[in-house]
């Protein structure tokens, strides 16, 4: 679970880009949202643009392009990435304006919580909420242990 303006969750997003380059096949990554709005006051605007990008079909394209701009979060530039990554820009707008994906990140909030998720970034491996460090090796040995007992 992550919050697009956490510090930690930007260290995260590129270690986990690299688990991916190393796991491939063998790993699904899945991102729910957890805006952390008390601290992060753009961090659900931003999850609200990863959601309406998503609707058109750019979810994970919206996904990277927050966690590499996360100085870019304000509402009124949440509008550039739209643009850069060739949305239907009106549509995307309008969804923002009326808070059309709000419901779906509260919903997502809601299953953190009752996961036990308490901050960001929260990992789960196989549904197991992963309480150690996040760093590349940690996570690798984690995933591969899971999928050995998977395949046990």
Same mark, same amino acid.
């Given at each position: ?5 956490c510090?930690?969750?930007g ?25 952390l709005?008390t601290? @992060? ?5 931003a ?12 979810f994970?394209e919206? @996904?990277?392009?927050l ?11 949440l509008?550039?990435p739209?643009?850069i ?5 009106r ?5 923002? $304006?009326? @808070?059309?994906?709000?419901?779906? $990140?509260?919903?997502d ?6 996961s036990?998720?308490t ?14 460090l996040?760093?590349?090796d940690?996570?690798?040995r984690? $995933?591969?242990? @899971?999928?050995?007992?998977r395949a046990?």
């Amino acid at each position: 679970m992550g919050d697009y303006q956490c510090p930690y969750c930007g260290e995260a997003y590129y270690v986990i880009k690299d688990v991916q380059r190393q796991m491939g096949d063998n790993m699904r990554f899945v991102f729910r949202n957890f805006p952390l709005t008390t601290i @992060h006051p753009y961090a659900e605007p931003a999850a609200e643009a990863a959601e309406a990008a998503g609707a058109q079909g750019k979810f994970w394209e919206m @996904h990277d392009y927050l966690y590499e701009h996360q100085s870019e979060l304000d509402p009124e530039q949440l509008i550039a990435p739209g643009t850069i990554l060739r949305l239907d820009v009106r549509r995307y707008a309008e969804d923002l $304006i009326r @808070h059309a994906y709000a419901e779906r $990140i509260r919903e997502d909030i809601l299953s953190g919580v009752l996961s036990g998720v308490t901050g960001t970034p929260t990992f789960f491996i196989n549904g197991v909420r992963h309480d150690g460090l996040y760093d590349f090796d940690t996570l690798v040995r984690a $995933i591969n242990a @899971h999928l050995k007992q998977r395949a046990a």
